[in-house]
């Protein structure tokens, strides 16, 4: 048997999980206590998708999986016209179009193993669509909270699964408000606050490595708006250096965009006011991180840092990567915009890895306004 115990992050107290808890004593954030011991001779080598990673997740049976079959995604080498040369992996080639695959699929396979049978959820976007398709496919039912302007295709594809809709009046904080009421009685499968997504998060990292052959690269840069991705690459690499399977780990450079960056703020100590703008990258647009100091400490542990970019910089890189043959969502190019920002201000003479984070089929009305202007 797997040891798996939630631990609270501040108090460092150990909890059994239940089915319902997703917050720690006095509302402190629930961090997993589980120490995996990765093996690549473990690695199912006949299974191509991200349970062969199964003895290093928090399930205790192989039969607990709820599988879309999650494919190992692959890298390609890009040159951009800044001259900089980077690993792309491609997690918009995910089941339901983005890399929230990876903790969905993990976390609804870990509450089916609790008992759940509905689970709710908030997000404007794709956390949504994947944790509705992953319900749908566990069989249990599910209800999403979404602000009233969600962008209508994210709404059609969380619909088609067989979500129930149910629409908040108000910003992405009164929706955040309303569920949080409801999740009271409920089970709230959170992106954010649930400590399993981001051991779904983290296989992005052992993904990497393996594709690497176990070298890791001197750079890894991710978006930084809820920090799912960020925080779970964290863990991953962390796990793998402590197993003695890479000997450094990379360093995490996080991208926030100009409309939206308090923890870029906060990590250059920048004291300004942040507001949510409108921006293009509305994915990243989170103006409280609720793990904020955990991703600022991933950062700064790892000698990474913060790169913060405009709409400007989002579109020119959204259109290079159309250019050379790759459709992906805006918010999904706030991220190479900002690692070519990151390429041109530093010498870094290692590798750079980064990824496409989102398909751009789901966002064709928002891509439509601002490059063919209707
Ligand atoms: C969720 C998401 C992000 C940002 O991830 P965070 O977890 O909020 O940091 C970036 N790109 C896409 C396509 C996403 O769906």
Known sequence: MKEILYIGSESKKIFQPSINQWLGENGELLDLWFKPKPNPNTFLTK????????DSLPLQNQSQIVSLGEPITPIIELTFSTGLKATIKQDQLFPTGSYKDR???LLISFLKMLGAKHVIQDSSGNAGAAIAAYAARAGMSCEIYLPEDTAIGKVVQMQSYGAKINRIKGDRDATAKATLLAAGEKVYASHSYHPVFFHGTKTFAYELIEQLNFKSPKTVVLPAGN???LLGCYIGFTEMYEAGLITSIPQLVAVQTDACNPLYNAFYGLNQVTKANKTIAEGIAIPNPIRGKQMLEAVSKTNGCFVSVSDDEVMSAWKEVAKNGFFIEPTSAATIAGMLKFGKQTENSG???SLFSGNGLKSVDKINQFTFGS
């Open 227 to 229: 920090g799912t991705l």
């Open 47 to 54: 299974n191509f998708t991200l349970w062969r990673y199964f």
């Open 103 to 105: 903790g969905a699929a």
């Open 351 to 353: 590798e750079i890895v």
